[in-house]
């Protein structure tokens, strides 16, 4: 496979600054000097601890212990090998990626099928679009549906890529094969069904959507993965969904239903203080919602919303509003959602319009603008209000055992809530909606806990949690190789005489600390050094670039680094030589007759390293 020259990416990592690559997926907010802050991408918190330095070009999790460069966020959240990540950034950011002997780059088939996917599925947004611009029935057909029927303006089926699919399927499949899109590649993109079977021919591939308005729906990154089809009067009788009024992509190695809300790449950029997210039931509401200049709305894909997008929705802001429809189906939806956005961390409030028993968003804001969504905000409704209302519509004639039921439900939504302070101000909320007695409310909700405490406590134990690689890391970061590896990493000057006095065989080499410290003493030894800016190469698994990064991203305060370097020698020299001065010391107070071992040779060797351990250690003068 090709090789991308070590120009190239030093190149890559001097013009592209990491803050602009991580703050494609996080919501990043200034921390002081150079620094960045935000939630982490790599697992669930509601306090940031994800930092990124810009001078350095480096991230950092201080709660898993995730880090790395600009290439190494790449990697990890768009699940590329190294090279991809390369080649996604240079293509990203407009830098001409170089290869080895002169080599143009990697074949179509040696790319992961993640980012063949991805190609294709803007390659098959594209041809959707054009298809709704063309000057042909189809295209004059979905246009004026679009705008006459839907009122949408043009400039946002523009905006959106918005597409069109005729009754035979648009020609995709011929556009897709002439592109030279591998054969598994078309086999797993969801656009087509084809028999196992089948032998990959044009006529093979049979569209899923025909006679269709096409909506890409893109990741939180804004990546084209699925696509949401519209029925219409041009779907075919034999459609296999004919009846359907939306259809989606099927699940594909880029698309899970579950992990993904339509127009975030766009909202959580526009989300902010008193700009909370919108959340509306589909696209078409969202699309509208942006139209009108609400530019926060998200919608879920056809499904409830879960867990995994909720956290996804906090990385970028703690607030959300809520446009459920208020009939029957909305109000148990908002139940469902509730103790999860509580988990999860995010403020939610509830969107109704009063004296009304079904609200369309999409027609609302078309006919009542942006100013019909300050109008819903300013009766907006507490989470706690509205599960109150949703469980118990009219307390002030509940009896008792209604109301009894009634609080069960909001016990089990606010059991949901990891902080105490949180859970007893809803509770106090909650007992003046049900009109219960606060003191009362409390100690049945701490019954409700007991109870099911006592019910986990029954359940078989879990296996425990697999260790982080914060933890894992711990297990060597106390080591001497450890330090002194940041030594050299932060105060080069010393690489090259702790080189001329580190035996290499008295290094621990069964981590990575050790491991790096022996390869980087080497290149100091040798005179071939690169500097800790280009070390790329001198990094040969994943567990070593991740400690690299961890060492490379903040400056250590360390006053005298000779003497830590000293200290970390003393300490590797003892480590080494001691356990074999105890077998000599054992070996010599035997007194039998058949020891092994020449009594003279131990005592010259007990002697030599004695002497070593009582030789003062020394770096270079120039240190």
Not at 274 to 295: H, I, M, Y
Not at 414 to 426: D, L, P
Not at 498 to 527: C, K, M, Y
Request: hydrophobic residues 40%; neutral net charge; proline residues 5%.
């Amino acid at each position: 496979m090709p090789v991308i020259k070590p120009t190239s990416i030093r190149d890559l990592k001097l013009r592209v600054s990491v803050a602009d690559v991580v703050s494609r997926v996080v919501t990043l907010r200034k921390s002081g000097g150079s620094q960045l802050k935000g939630l982490c991408p790599f697992h669930n918190e509601k306090t940031p601890s994800f930092h990124v330095n810009v001078d350095k070009g480096f991230y950092k999790c201080f709660g898993c212990g995730k880090a790395g460069d600009a290439i190494t966020f790449v990697q990890e959240t768009e699940q590329l090998n190294f090279s991809e990540a390369v080649e996604a950034l240079g293509q990203r950011f407009g830098i001409v990626i170089e290869y080895q002997e002169g080599s143009g780059g990697p074949s179509r088939e040696e790319r992961s099928l993640r980012q063949e996917l991805f190609d294709l599925h803007e390659q098959a947004a594209e041809h959707f679009s054009q298809a709704f611009k063309a000057a042909d029935a189809t295209g004059e057909f979905f246009r004026n549906y679009w705008i006459e029927q839907r009122r949408f303006p043009s400039e946002l089926a523009d905006e959106f890529k918005i597409g069109a699919a005729d009754e035979q399927g648009s020609g995709l499949g011929a556009v897709l094969l002439r592109k030279k899109f591998s054969e598994e590649a078309l086999r797993r993109c969801g656009l087509f069904f084809i028999y196992d079977d089948a032998q990959l021919t044009l006529g093979a591939l049979r569209p899923r959507f025909r006679g269709r308005l096409m909506i890409p729906i893109r990741d939180h990154q804004g990546r084209v993965v699925a696509f949401t089809a519209r029925q219409s009067a041009r779907t075919p009788a034999d459609d296999p969904a004919r009846e359907a009024k939306y259809v989606n992509s099927p699940e594909t190695p880029i698309f899970t239903k579950g992990n993904l809300l339509f127009n975030l790449d766009r909202a959580r950029t526009a989300v902010g203080d008193g700009r909370p997210f919108v959340l509306v039931e589909g696209q078409l509401d969202a699309l509208r919602c942006w139209s009108v200049g609400l530019k926060t709305a998200i919608a879920p894909q056809g499904t409830s919303i879960t867990e995994g997008q909720l956290v996804l929705l906090r990385r970028y802001h703690a607030q959300i509003e809520c446009f459920f429809d208020s009939d029957s189906a909305g109000q148990k939806a908002a139940l469902r959602f509730l103790p999860m956005a509580i988990k999860a961390g995010l403020e939610a409030r509830f969107l109704t319009l009063a004296g009304a028993d079904k609200v369309d968003p999409d027609l609302l804001f078309l006919e009542g603008g942006i100013a019909a969504y300050e109008d819903l905000r300013r009766g907006a409704q507490t989470a706690m209000a509205f599960a109150c209302h949703a469980a118990l519509p009219d307390p002030a004639t509940a009896s008792p055992e209604l109301k009894a039921r009634a609080a069960q439900t909001i016990y089990e939504i606010i059991g949901a809530a990891e902080s105490e302070v949180a859970r007893s101000e809803f509770i106090s909320e909650a007992a003046v909606h049900l009109r219960l007695p606060s003191a009362a409310a409390q100690k049945d909700f701490q019954t409700f806990l007991t109870r099911q405490s006592r019910q986990a406590a029954a359940r078989p134990a879990n296996a425990p949690p697999p260790t982080t690689p914060m933890a894992a890391a711990k297990n060597h970061t106390q080591t001497p190789e450890h330090h002194l590896l940041l030594l050299c990493l932060h105060f080069e000057h010393l690489g090259h005489p702790l080189s001329h006095v580190l035996p290499h065989d008295w290094i621990d080499t069964s981590h990575a600390a050790g491991v790096l410290l022996n390869r980087f003493l080497a290149e100091f030894e040798q005179g071939s050094w690169p500097g800790r800016d280009h070390i790329e190469a001198l990094l040969e698994t994943a567990e070593e670039r991740l400690l690299a990064a961890n060492l490379l991203f903040e400056s250590p305060g360390i006053e005298d680094p000779a003497k830590v370097a000293l200290e970390g020698l003393r300490q590797i020299r003892a480590r080494s030589l001691e356990p074999r001065l105890r077998q000599i010391e054992l070996a010599l107070a035997n007194t039998r007759a058949d020891i092994e071992s020449d009594p003279i040779s131990l005592l010259k060797e007990r002697s030599e390293i004695q002497r070593q351990l009582r030789q003062p250690l020394a770096l270079a003068a120039a240190v």
